[in-house]
């Protein structure tokens, strides 16, 4: 499944924001067992009222939501890539995650220590971004040693790579992360250093703005500076308290309910940053239903049915014959499955349907 590495400087917020995370998992967790993989890393429930919704009409036995993989990489300072503290250690688990969430401190608190002397997510966040991009540039510069020595040899395909090695080099020299300039690469160049050198500035980036309890609910100006910044690159903004939010997860429901309530929110802020990092994935949800069992499913934005019908059960893909569907929002408004197939509200779609979020589907197959 995919993942999102949650990084930041030290005494951001982020084993507080991580243990908020997965406490919030173990407390769902009953029958899940496999909730917690490593101390560092969790799966945690991506909060969708649409299932309970469905679950409800259709008077299911069973609710089985789906999961986002939170990885907590502890370890980044300044240097970091220079082998500072477990730099190198730290930056090869950035490799392995689909996407990053930067924990920034937006909190000011004389208690807690800034390692950078006062508060500026901005500026951390370019910190965060300057070890990233020099370990790019190690990576490019590794590569065009090689590439270079082909292209002398005379070989056409390593002049193509130099080419774009060269484009890629170019802005990381200027000291910016790959994704803030993806329309000055071509799509090619994207893909090479996304899928064949695994840049970590190609990484979608999710910020986290980690504000005091005495910010809530509208933030602060340093939230305010880090949305402008993260316009930039067209990236999602979240803020959180990560100390209510660690309160919150031990509170129970009607406690939890009456918290939220003086702050004015109706829902905990770990529910935005679960939904925002899925979606910055590029994950989306259909959903099987029944009275059996409703379940939510996770496929890539772009999947087509077969495909989604192969994450339920092989055999479904490979004898897929068709996916009777309705949009979520079409079956509120009828009322349940039952009524949808009454009116002739459920569309029946072949191999080329791209799924939808929110899709409610059945497949047809031959076994
Ligand atoms: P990490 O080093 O990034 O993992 O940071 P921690 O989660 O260990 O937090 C560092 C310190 O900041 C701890 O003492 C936390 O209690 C405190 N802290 C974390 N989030 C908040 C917050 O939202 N407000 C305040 N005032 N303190 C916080």
Same mark, same amino acid.
């Given at each position: ?6 990084v930041?400087?030290p ?5 507080t ?9 173990k407390?769902q967790?009953?029958?899940?067992p496999?909730?917690t ?16 919704e469905?679950?409800?009409?259709e ?5 089985t939501?789906?999961?986002v993989?939170?990885v907590?990489i ?9 082998g500072?503290g ?6 090869? %688990?950035i490799r392995?995650v689909?996407?990053?969430?930067q ?15 006062d508060?500026n997510?901005?500026? &951390? ?6 070890e990233?991009?020099?370990? &790019? ?16 040899l005379?070989?056409?395909?390593a ?6 090695l ?6 990381l020299?200027?000291l ?7 329309s %000055? ?5 994207? %893909?090479y250093?996304q899928?064949? $050198?695994?840049l970590?500035?190609t990484?979608?980036v999710l ?15 340093w ?10 690159e @067209?990236?999602?903004v ?20 009456e918290?939220?309530r003086?702050?004015?929110f109706?829902?905990?802020g770990l529910?935005?940053?679960?939904r925002?990092?899925y ?5 989306i949800?259909?959903f ?5 069992e409703t ?13 989604a019908?192969?994450k339920? %059960?092989?055999?479904?893909e490979r004898?897929f014959i ?7 929002e &079409?079956?509120?408004k009828? @009322?349940? $499955? ?6 002739g509200?459920?569309?029946l ?6 799924v939808?979020?929110?899709d409610i ?7």
């Amino acid at each position: 499944s995919l993942s999102c590495g949650i990084v930041g400087l030290p005494n951001v917020g982020k084993s507080t924001l991580f243990n908020a995370l997965t406490q919030t998992a173990k407390a769902q967790a009953a029958n899940y067992p496999f909730c917690t993989i490593e101390p560092n890393v969790g799966l945690v429930e991506v909060p969708d009222p649409r299932l309970y919704e469905i679950a409800r009409r259709e008077n299911s036995r069973k609710i089985t939501p789906t999961f986002v993989e939170f990885v907590d990489i502890a370890g980044l300072v300044r240097n970091a890539s220079k082998g500072e503290g477990l730099g190198n250690q730290f930056l090869a %688990h950035i490799r392995e995650v689909d996407a990053i969430v930067q924990v920034l401190r937006c909190f000011e608190d004389p208690s807690v220590v800034h390692v950078e002397g006062d508060v500026n997510p901005v500026r &951390d966040a370019q910190i965060i971004d300057i070890e990233l991009i020099a370990k &790019d540039l190690q990576t490019v510069e590794k590569r065009l040693e090689k590439v270079q020595k082909m292209a002398r040899l005379g070989d056409k395909q390593a002049l193509q790579e130099l080419g774009m090695l060269e484009d890629i080099k170019k802005i990381l020299e200027n000291l910016e992360p790959l994704r803030r300039y993806r329309s %000055h690469l071509s799509e090619e160049t994207w %893909h090479y250093a996304q899928k064949t $050198l695994f840049l970590l500035t190609t990484k979608p980036v999710l910020y986290v703005a980690n504000v005091g309890e005495s910010d809530l609910p509208e933030g602060n100006r340093w939230v305010k500076e880090l949305e402008e910044y993260a316009k930039g690159e @067209g990236a999602p903004v979240v803020m959180v308290c990560a100390k209510l939010e660690a309160e919150l997860v031990e509170l129970a429901p009607e406690e939890k309910e009456e918290l939220l309530r003086v702050y004015g929110f109706d829902e905990p802020g770990l529910n935005r940053l679960v939904r925002e990092a899925y979606r910055t994935l590029g994950l989306i949800t259909f959903f099987t239903a029944g009275e059996k069992e409703t379940r939510a499913w996770t496929v890539l934005k772009g999947t087509k049915a077969p495909q989604a019908a192969g994450k339920i %059960h092989s055999d479904m893909e490979r004898g897929f014959i068709a996916a009777e569907v309705i949009s979520y929002e &079409d079956y509120i408004k009828v @009322g349940s $499955l039952s009524k949808a197939k009454e009116k002739g509200l459920v569309r029946l779609e072949g191999k080329d349907y791209v799924v939808q979020d929110g899709d409610i589907m059945y497949f047809r197959f031959n076994v």
